[in-house]
């Protein structure tokens, strides 16, 4: 089917919640690249928005799906599962947490975390306790998670949602102690707000939150969902962090492109959900499973250690342009291959991404005029040299 006979049927049958989108479809990728109904070949700085991490030529990944498909794809969580419980051991494993529930989305795996916090509540007999939740998060776009989402653009038709959040200024500590009371069953953070513009909170400031949770009995979440699975450089960003969360919620990488979300958590804060209280049709069927368990086993040192290696270059690259073109770029921010760029108000970071688009590199947009790259991790330095090269002649 051409584009153009794709965005007819689009423009009519499809809801229009993504507006104008770019203008491509995509038939096949190989490697970092993605090729679209043309045949014009794009280098991809986005990864399907952090999920392709492997890229897009991993027979290793491929032949596990498909040796997944020859057998089944789904039976239902009424049965026990081998895929299911291999990676529930593994990703127990590789984030120091006890016990998982598998969803569908990223959404998902934080509405788990969410129900989780409050049946802890409702179990003390706490009515309406409070959620705590930072400003310009992202947090998904069910209603409980886009509620808890920072961003009034995102909530306000939504409201008042089901349940109580307080919204506080990130990385500002007296307003922590003053929100975080008895009264508060959660407190649930990114800690780079990838959506809100690549904002890493302060270290100290994510381990204030950590103490004032653990004096409170309060839950720390911790929303993994973009800087996990390897992305920052170590298997979660809580590493560098040096915190435990009491929740923990995976996806968009977790599955390389097969839908999946995972909300994991301590034993304690696993204890308050009791049979009947969760469940999914879909979440962690066979199929889904076996995408993460291949991922979860590729995410090793040897793949941390190259996303390192690649990241630190790609930050370095835009950090030497930014001091040659000091009146464009305002900041570098970012760790590992989670980088934003932001751009000083005379440039629109929606302009540059189209133009960039145009000139055959994928990349996003975020926050507050920043522009963002989440490229795969198998990404090469002449891929960055070729993207640099590109917004040094843009910019
Ligand atoms: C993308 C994202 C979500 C939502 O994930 P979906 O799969 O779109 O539901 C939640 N939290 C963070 C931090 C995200 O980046």
Do not use: W
Not at 106 to 133: R, Y
Request: glycine share 8%.
């Amino acid at each position: 089917m051409n584009l153009f006979k794709i965005k007819t049927l689009d423009d009519k049958y499809y809801m229009n919640v993504f507006g104008k989108r770019l203008n491509a479809a995509f038939t096949h990728g190989e490697d970092v690249y993605l090729y679209d109904t043309t045949g014009k070949k794009f280098t991809d700085f986005l990864a399907g928005i952090a999920v392709n991490s492997l890229g897009y030529s991993n027979e290793g990944f491929k032949n596990a799906l498909k040796s997944q498909i020859d057998k089944i794809i789904h039976t239902s969580n009424y049965f026990y599962n081998a895929p299911q419980a291999e990676l529930a051991k593994l990703l127990c494993e590789k984030t120091d947490m006890d016990k998982v529930f598998f969803a569908n989305s990223g959404a998902e795996a934080n509405e788990c975390a969410l129900k989780l916090a409050k049946k802890a509540a409702f179990d003390k007999g706490v009515d309406n306790p409070k959620f705590i939740t930072l400003k310009n998060s992202f947090h998904g776009r069910t209603v409980a998670t886009v509620t808890a989402t920072g961003q009034k653009k995102f909530y306000t038709p939504y409201l008042p949602g089901g349940f109580n959040y307080e919204y506080i200024e990130a990385n500002d500590i007296n307003a922590a102690k003053n929100a975080v009371k008895n009264e508060v069953c959660s407190v649930i953070i990114e800690l780079i707000q990838g959506e809100g513009g690549v904002l890493p909170l302060d270290v100290d400031y994510v381990k204030f939150l950590k103490q004032l949770c653990e004096q409170t009995g309060a839950m720390l979440i911790v929303d993994e969902i973009q800087t996990g699975m390897g992305r920052t450089g170590t298997f979660l960003c809580c590493e560098q962090y040096g915190i435990k969360p009491d929740i923990l919620t995976l996806a968009k990488s977790l599955g390389n492109g097969v839908p999946i979300g995972a909300c994991l958590a301590t034993k304690e804060a696993a204890s308050s959900f009791n049979p009947g209280d969760h469940g999914s049709t879909f979440g962690g069927n066979l199929l889904a499973c076996a995408a993460a368990l291949y991922v979860t086993q590729a995410v090793d040192d040897e793949m941390l250690k190259q996303v390192n290696e690649i990241g630190n270059y790609f930050k370095l690259r835009l950090e030497l342009l930014k001091r040659e073109k000091p009146d464009k770029i305002a900041e570098v921010r970012g760790l590992g291959l989670m980088l934003g760029m932001e751009l000083k108000s005379d440039v629109q970071a929606g302009e540059v991404r189209n133009k960039m688009f145009e000139n055959g590199f994928l990349t996003a947009t975020a926050g507050f005029n920043t522009l963002r790259f989440l490229p795969p991790y198998i990404i090469k330095p002449d891929n960055i040299d070729e993207l640099i090269e590109n917004l040094r002649l843009l910019l």
